[in-house]
């Protein structure tokens, strides 16, 4: 691993009754601008109320500033084994515009979640943007080779759109194929209520600072 890596890859030593603690504070926090993200699409007020609403904003920024990390969360775990992405773009606790939240594992090994794509994901009038659907599979994808014991960076993503997928309620489903040397191959799709609107396979390339750590990795639990 390099250093500028492993820079990120942080054993903070927090307890896990201060990761808890943690949760309890920022999570809300995040939901809270997430949904000021879809009322800024959604908003008719006139311009003195946006305005208000942004000395609100202002205010808000002015405290939330006077502590603040510079530079990005990167993966931080504990001497317990609990792991945090929380800024990861599609399932960090702690990034507002992240949809996916509760990862869920399977017996026979595959991995699902359950999404609510509002407006601020549209791309197509009324549909999610190609985007975001490959940015779900991505981290799906990508969270069944690591579950699987074989984790590893993304080589190569291939996209099947089957058809237009609205926004609203969507499953997003992977599990993996097969391993050959430090290369993991990944199915899987984005469903709605009538069937599979997107598909993917995935190729995850285990580096080599990965291979050495194997173990840690698959004893590691899901992230939170």
């Known amino acids: 691993m390099t250093d500028a890596i492993l820079e990120l890859y942080v054993n903070d030593g927090l307890s896990d009754e201060e990761i808890d603690q943690q949760r309890a504070v920022y999570g809300p926090l995040a939901e809270d601008v997430r949904e000021l993200i879809q009322l800024a699409l959604q908003t008719r007020v006139g311009a003195e109320d946006v305005a208000r609403a942004r000395e609100h904003l202002a205010a808000a920024r002015e405290i939330l ?39 869920h594992q399977e017996d026979d090994g595959r991995v699902w ?62 599990e993996l194929d097969r391993v050959e040397g430090r290369k993991a191959f990944v199915v899987g799709h984005v469903t709605d209520a009538e069937g599979v609107c997107v ?26």
Do not use: C
Request: charged share 25%; hydrophobic share 35%.
């Open 113 to 174: 979640a359950d999404v609510h794509l509002g407006p601020v994901y549209e791309g197509p009038a009324g549909h999610v943007h190609g985007g975001v659907s490959a940015l779900l599979l991505d981290q799906i994808l990508g969270d069944a080779a690591r579950i699987s014991g074989h984790p590893g960076m993304t080589g190569t993503l291939t996209i099947r759109y089957r058809k237009r997928t609205p926004l609203g309620a969507l499953r997003i489903e992977a």
């Open 199 to 224: 598909e993917a396979e995935g190729v995850f390339i285990a580096p080599a600072w990965m291979v050495q750590q194997r173990e840690s990795f698959e004893e590691m639990p899901s992230p939170e």
């Open 65 to 103: 500033e006077r502590d603040r990390e510079d530079g990005p969360y990167g993966t931080r775990f504990n001497d317990s084994g609990r792991y945090r992405n929380w800024g990861n773009a599609a399932i960090g606790l702690r990034n507002a515009i992240a949809p996916i939240g509760d990862l």
